[in-house]
């Protein structure tokens, strides 16, 4: 489920408020998710996030063995292990280009940490850091209040906004479902084909493969 769906699944009730009241809803429900991960992001204990840290961790013992070798200031040779690696801790890339898609250290570039007793921590994305967790979740959202306190300029106020021109509208009322995807519409006619045969042909649960073809 991409993040449209879960806003559509989450907004399914409000959809049906008016505009108002739903932007209501919007700001309880960012409020929330911002004040459960702002107390998530000041209770970690680790450099980076969970996810990324998770990742990182097993690197630390599969670089164990690796023979590296310096080649200049910033660049070494990694060798050892499926594939050989030649890192810039400077511009923080590797030939394996592992480090240079993900911006987390690779097996090779946490064997030249180690070899050049550098932190691998400083060769991380700072994106991927605790404080910039808490930097992204750090401001309260609040609600709106009542429109009786709204402090609105005199040229809004004064503006007349009027309500857009629909055309060609068709009757009855709106669909609020989406269509069923392909998956789901076969999955349907399985199902109902299943119901059929279940009620008329087969009603003491016989073999009805002959049904699906």
Not at 15 to 23: A, E, G, K, Q
Not at 33 to 59: C, H, K, V
Not at 66 to 95: A, M, W
């Amino acid at each position: 489920m991409n993040m449209v769906e879960s806003l559509n699944s989450m907004l399914v009730n409000a959809r049906d408020f008016p505009y108002v009241s739903s932007l209501d809803v919007i700001q309880e429900k960012m409020s929330k998710w911002w004040n459960d991960r702002r107390i998530i992001a000041m209770a970690l204990t680790t450099p980076l996030t969970l996810s990324w840290e998770s990742q990182l961790r097993p690197r630390f013992a599969q670089s164990n063995g690796r023979h590296t070798s310096q080649l200049n200031p910033v660049t070494y040779h990694v060798k050892g292990g499926e594939l050989e690696g030649v890192v810039d801790i400077f511009n923080k890339t590797c030939t394996c280009k592992e480090f240079d898609i993900d911006k987390l250290p690779c097996v090779h570039a946490v064997a030249v940490a180690h070899h050049a007793q550098v932190s691998v921590y400083s060769l991380v994305s700072p994106y991927y850091t605790k404080e910039y967790y808490v930097l992204v979740y750090g401001e309260t959202i609040y609600p709106v209040g009542s429109q009786s306190q709204w402090d609105v300029p005199n040229e809004v106020v004064a503006r007349v906004v009027l309500p857009r021109e629909v055309k060609d509208k068709k009757r009855g009322r709106s669909k609020t479902s989406r269509f069923p995807s392909k998956k789901n519409f076969y999955l349907l006619l399985l199902v109902g084909i299943f119901i059929v045969c279940l009620n008329i042909i087969h009603p003491f649960l016989t073999n009805c493969i002959e049904c699906l073809h």
